[in-house]
């Protein structure tokens, strides 16, 4: 859904973006950017483009954090993250062109139903656990996951790696990173509240798996400190992992393998396992 914004390029459908790209609607965006919906004439097809806002494309902040977008998807090559196809540093309008992935995102599939099957949340959270594992390979953690930055199919797909950053990176973050509701607490105010990692992600993912299953989050705005009870239905060994990732101490949360690893016969027990219908009701 797109987002007013009194900084846009106000592109309307038919609009040159650049000479290879025309807008086809605006998507929504933030506070250094948005992102449109547009026509590549060089892969000929849909693809969004995240190209800074008139008044952030002289900010040496947000063109430092597009350069580190770009490095972040160079580095992460899994079928189920986002794929960056090219980029342009200068130039009137600095932007990324990503593929465009065609599904409803999970927090729509929240809005609208409320709590998902069984069918849709564990594959969703084997193929997110496995995207994590793989970022843990390449030394990277998203930092931001959320249901908003999840696109529902057969894989789910992670996007939004506009605040990605490298293992060591965030380390040495000093300031919260991330969306609040979905922050792990050592994402809140590091150093003092401890050390972002892979780990953070592990929670990103717990969260956004708890709210896919109950419908509603784990956490009153602002405490982490003991997450809401799910649902009575929900399996033992389904709410037992969901928990552990929701950890408060980053050491004692699974790593993402086992989260897959611990899913998985949970999703054997469907009817209709991976081959269930993943795109919306």
């Not at 026509?39 to 040496?60: A, C, G, H, M, W």
């Not at 409803?104 to 193929?127: E, K, M, V």
């Not at 150093?191 to 798996?209: E, H, I, K, N, Q």
Request: negative net charge.
């Amino acid at each position: 859904m797109a987002t007013e914004h009194s900084d846009s390029w106000s592109l309307q459908e038919g609009d040159q973006l650049t000479a290879e790209l025309t807008a086809m609607r605006l998507l929504g965006g933030g506070e250094a950017y948005e992102a449109y919906l547009a026509f590549d004439e060089i892969t000929f097809s849909p693809v969004v483009v995240k190209v800074l806002r008139p008044n952030q494309v002289s900010s040496r902040s947000s063109r430092r954090g597009l350069r580190r977008e770009v490095r972040a998807l160079a580095a992460v090559n899994h079928p189920v993250v986002v794929r960056g196809l090219r980029h342009e540093y200068d130039g009137a309008r600095p932007h990324v062109v990503l593929e465009h992935i065609d599904g409803p995102r999970l927090s729509t599939l929240i809005r609208r139903y409320g709590a998902l099957q069984p069918q849709q949340y564990l594959p969703l959270a084997i193929d997110v656990a496995s995207a994590l594992h793989y970022l843990r390979q390449v030394d990277y953690v998203h930092l931001d996951i959320k249901p908003s930055n999840i696109i529902m199919g057969a894989p789910a797909r992670l996007i939004d790696l506009s605040v990605a950053r490298t293992t060591d990176e965030a380390r040495e973050l000093s300031y919260p990173v991330g969306t609040d509701a979905y922050m792990a607490p050592e994402q809140c105010a590091p150093p003092d509240t401890g050390v972002p990692g892979p780990a953070s992600d592990v929670w990103g993912l717990g969260a956004t798996l708890f709210e896919a299953i109950a419908g509603y989050r784990a956490f009153d705005e602002g405490d982490t400190t003991a997450p809401y009870e799910l649902p009575e239905q929900v399996p033992g060994d389904v709410a037992k992992i969901v928990y552990a990732t929701l950890e408060t101490e980053p050491g004692n949360r699974p790593l993402p393998r086992e989260i897959a690893e611990g899913l998985e016969p949970a999703l054997a027990r469907q009817p209709r396992g991976r081959l269930a219908g993943l795109r919306g009701r």
